[in-house]
């Protein structure tokens, strides 16, 4: 806890004026501290001249044993020690640093540095975890060669896992034993990994192309084991993959991958070591559903694939996050796209950027990809970071080509092996590579906002004028924006569904452009933007009938989805608009039934897209079309929606649950997956007509249930029908689940997302519950992510006690885990989005949590949320 945070810069950037050759690390694992040796070779950094003998390092958390150079003590007038790090004075040009710190891992509640996690000790070093490890030059552009050497108890920590090969092992006396890691690759500190435990291990191997042959191990507590076999043929395939699409082989002879209880985030790629919560790596068919088998791969593949994009070519500094994680969210979409439906998939990403960063970027956190200042890195590993970066690599692949970006990507790792770069090298490299200009592409990097694309056509003697223009709107801190290279797909279709025009990508490069396609016959049905080739929000209105045949004949998918969300929308935005003026509900839209009975009198081959098409849009989707949302009136809205079209349809919604009920064993692959969707949106849409014969139907289905995607299919058509089907099935999972916390976790969700009763009242209970371990991050996510995601009317409740209880929680966690703390107040922060009187709660709630001493962490975004949205 500090007084003002300091605020650091992008454009203060200044490298680093001592290097680090050679790190060397002696861990003394004991009860109750861990004393850390740490030896490096450092030498003056040759760049820089004029500079020198004074050096800070960072280090928090830490009891100074001794610091030496050159093995002489440093005199107290030459040291200068705070709360962050300390100042090193009078440094020759090159020296030997020897450092000797204490921690306690037992008593690190913030899960990052070095932490228990129930019985093993583990590490989590991005982004400056490291400095709670010893003090250090805790900054990525610092790349050294390690040796670590582990010692602990021979009995309690069988296993000691650090970076790289294991050159030497052995006992240490009184009980105690040692391993000695050596890694050849030179990496930052943030790559940095050690885990100490006693833990159950399956194995396999990998060949790689050249033949070599790599040692793949998979850790975990004992007895979790079996549910670990999908983590590992997930990553043979993810190397398998690499090999075969950007040709990069795995360059060590072992990888090895632990699984822990307690993590703040999804993975983390350590070189060689990679750390995984157990949610992206346990995958049984008895305990995880699809979409954890499916997470599960692509977490995996993503950890696996910045060995390249990441490991070996990484981020000068932490503004070039997106480097790393763009490009490596956008291989990670390559991969899955592979491994699935592609519509489907590309769909679903399509959902994340719409509804998820969408949202940021026109909220008080929105920041570019490329971010220019920031209080605590943590809070920048953000959707915008991620899934906005990786769409800008994206939009690059699609101007240059599939194969040609391919190529440009091996030129960028090839010209930068082994250094620390920065975002406007990798571009450089892309337009090296493949000829583009990208110099007003750039602005996508450095400029927040997502950019409205209003498109206008006119038809006239068989020619269309399509008109595209951009305006984006000011964000915090950027009051005007450029005009940014839209990329802009489009097709043309007549009335019969043929293509009158194969799809292209035009460019919009200038505020406004009219683009013409001659010849035509008749006035074709127009398709933009197909696939989201440009993160931008579309403003096109199309009658009715043109989206009716898109998405019944549109040669994309993703297209076809989209206009049936366009329909869906224009009902729900009527009904949202009907509850507020307290008339009554309107009918529904015609095209819009058309389209529903169209999609299951002849649905697509594809499953997975027949549930996402017959999936009315979230409440984000429609909160979207109106300038505050009413939270009330968005739910009333999807209910009756939801409502109508069952009633409309049930005989055909039951003829579809029938025939894609759970039959046969449980296998995991495109096709069944696809059907259980199917059955799963049936049930949900019957759901809603809360009859004798749906409660039976989803009791039975669960009750007969081999796998968990089944059974959260029969339980979520439950969650709003109270009675006796739902208690006995609940009852029976907290019992045949309770030594599962994952599944737990499930069933915490479900609690937190039920409406009737007292919710907020039910989930105070649940934060007192045995089950629930405030110490673990998914139990929070779980239970307070769960109610404010899944519960919108609980958490919104009229007396603010949901907004009450989500302050306390920030409140008391940001005592013991900063990052996951802040997390959660970016719950409360964008209410400027809300309509009265929720905008005024959550404000309220946001206020009291600034009103604490809070860490750096939770105060960034609290002051965020509170501002003036000025912004940085
Ligand atoms: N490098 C990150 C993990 C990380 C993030 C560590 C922030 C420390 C602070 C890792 O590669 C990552 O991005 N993990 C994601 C999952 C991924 C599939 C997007 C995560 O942990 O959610
Ligand atoms: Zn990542």
Redesign the pocket.
Known sequence: MTGTPQRKYRSDYQASIYLIDRVSLDFDIRDGSTRVTARHSVRRNPQLIGTGGRWWLDGRDLRLVSIAVDDEPVADEALEVSETGLWLNGLPDRFTLTVVTEIDPDRNLSLEGLYRSDDMLCT?C??TGFSRITYFPDRPDVMSRYTTRVEADAERYPVLLSNGNCIESGAAGEGRHYAVYEDPFAKPCYLFALVAGDLGVIRDTFTTTSGREVALALYTEHGNEDQCHHAMASLKDAMAWDEATYGLEYDLDSFVTVAVGSF??????NKSLNIF?TA?IFAHQDTATDSDFARVR??VA??YF?NYT?NRVTCRDWFQLSLK?GL??YR?HQFAIDHGSPGVTRIEQVRMIRDVQFPEDAGPRAHPVRPESYVEM?NF?TITV?EKGAELIRMMAQMAGREAFTKAVKHYLDKHDGQAVTIEDFVLAIEESTGLDLAQFRHWYAFAGTPRLRVSSRFADGRLSLELAQATPATPGQENKPNFDIPVSVALFDDAGQVVRAPEIVRLIEQRETFVFDGLAAEPTVSVLRGLTAPVRLEFDQPDDALVRLMAHDSDPVSRWDAAQSLYIATLKAAVTAHQNDEPMPALGEGMMTAVAALLADPPDDRALLAEMLTVPSATQIGEAFDAIDVAAVEAARRYVKREIAARFEAELERLADAHAPSGGYVFDQVAAGRRRVFATALDYLACLDTPAIRKRAQAVYDAADNMTDRMAALNALQDLPGEEREATRADFAERFADQPLVMDKWLRLQAATEDGDTVARVRNLLADDRFDFTNPNRVRALVGGFVRGNPLGFHRADRAGYALVADEILRLDAINPQLAAALAGLLAPWRRYAEPYAGGMREALARVGEADLSDNTREIVDAGLGDQAGP
């Not at 703040?264 to 790629?269: F, I, L, Q």
């Open positions: 989590q991005e982004a703040n985030m999804g993975a983390m790629e919560n992206c692509d977490v993503h950890e910045h990441g994680e490596t969210v990670e943590n590993y991620y």
